[in-house]
Each structure stands twice: as C-alpha cells, then as structure tokens.
C-alpha cells in the first residue's frame, strides 16, 4: 500500500527566513506526489504536483518541491517565508483511486 | 467558477440520531470523495463516487454511507451516531479524465459534534 511521512509535527520559521516541510513515500511503482495547505476551519487546497518530469515542481503562492526518487521524498520549500503562510500542510500520494494523506506539519511563521 | 460546496457547515446532534451531509462539486467534476479529518487519526477516506456508483470504500462501519445523484451532487449519511464520529466531513471533487493527474478540490467541511 501506498504512504506517506510527514516527520515533523511543527515547523517554526522567522518571516523572511526559507521554509522546508519534510514528506517521505513509499509506494509500489510510479509516485504520484500532491502538496496541500489547510487554513483554519477551511478546506485543504492544493499547491502542487509531481507526476513526471522534472524534478522541482513550482505551485502555488510561491512554493515549490523538490522530488528526489534515492531518497523517496517530496519536500516542499519556499524561499522566503510569510505570517500568512502559516498554516496546515499535507503531503499525499496516489493511490489507485484513492488519496492517502499524511499527518500534517503545523508550520508557523513569526514575524 | 463555484467551488466545491458543502452544507451545512455546522451540526450538533446527539448519540443514536443520523445526519445527512450535502456536497455540490465543481461544475464538470463526476468523482466526488468523502473524507473525515480528526485530530487523532488526521484524513481518512471515506468513499468515492463517479457517475452515480461507489467506486472505492474505506475501512468506516456500515453506517457510513453516501450516494451521488445524476447532477454529481453527493450526500452522506451517518446513522446510530457515536461520540467518536465527531470530526470535520471534508468533500472534494476532481476531473476523473485523467486520474492520477487530477487533484481533489475540497470544500470548507461540515464539523459535526456529536453529544
């Protein structure tokens, strides 16, 4: 079966500062990667995608990630850090049908 | 273009009762999912319907279930509530023409409390 792994419970960065958040797969056959965010009482949205090709993928509102497939993660990044930004992000793979979701990293941006 | 919608976005009810929660897709979108968000267990897939039939199920109790309707619009329904049923109900939709390169558009989520 298909997963994910989002080690980091909490992310805190300074405004201005880069962002990383951590997600590793384990999957049979080709990854299908997605990034979402969740801000309070919303919905998630979605921010990017890996399905083939290269291996930095540019998303929304300025994130990217990078796919590295030696060692099976999907980091999301942005180079410079906003308050807004703080919010819920997921890491999720494709399987089948189906979406599976990590656990969310809680990323804080201070000002 | 609407987005997914999804109502009510509050309930309370009580143990023992059923509640029935609605979700309109995208304009276009056929596959509507189901997803409950907990603290505890975080997002779990619930169902998935394509053109009025259940194409996938998650490991919920039969008294989760749900239906799509010929408009793509799709309900849920939980009957016998329990305590733990407490959660954020999270429907999105997606294109299903191509499938794994369609993400899911979610809507804002029913949280149903469950007393």
């Known amino acids: 079966a298909q997963s994910v792994a989002q080690p980091e419970d909490q992310v805190n ?35 990017l995608k890996y399905i083939t090709g290269d291996n930095l993928v540019k998303g929304s509102y300025g994130f990217e990630a990078e796919f590295n497939k030696s060692q099976t993660s999907f980091h999301l990044k942005k180079p410079s850090a906003l308050v807004s930004d703080s919010a819920l992000y997921f890491c999720a793979v494709r399987d089948g049908q189906n979406f599976v979701f990590g656990p969310g990293t809680r990323l804080s941006v201070l000002p | 273009k609407a987005g997914v919608t999804q109502t009510p976005r509050y309930l309370i009810k009580t143990r023992g009762q059923q509640v029935t929660l609605s979700c309109s897709p995208i304009s276009g979108h056929r596959s509507v999912s ?11 897939f619930l169902f998935e319907y394509f053109s009025e039939t259940q194409r996938n199920k998650g490991n919920f109790p039969g ?41 899911l558009h979610f809507g804002n989520g029913t949280r149903l409390t469950v007393t």
């Open chain 1, 13 to 47: 960065v300074a405004e201005g500062n880069p962002l990383t958040v951590k997600c590793t797969y384990s999957v049979s056959g080709n990854p299908y990667l997605f990034w979402y965010v969740q801000y309070p009482n919303r919905g998630l949205q979605f921010l």
């Open chain 2, 34 to 44: 189901w997803y409950q968000q907990t603290p505890g267990q975080g997002l779990q």
């Open chain 2, 63 to 103: 008294r989760f279930s749900g239906r799509q309707f010929s408009n793509s619009r799709s309900e849920m329904n939980v009957s016998t509530l329990e305590l733990g049923d407490s959660a954020l109900y999270l429907c999105a939709s997606s294109l299903t023409t191509d499938v794994y390169n369609s993400p």
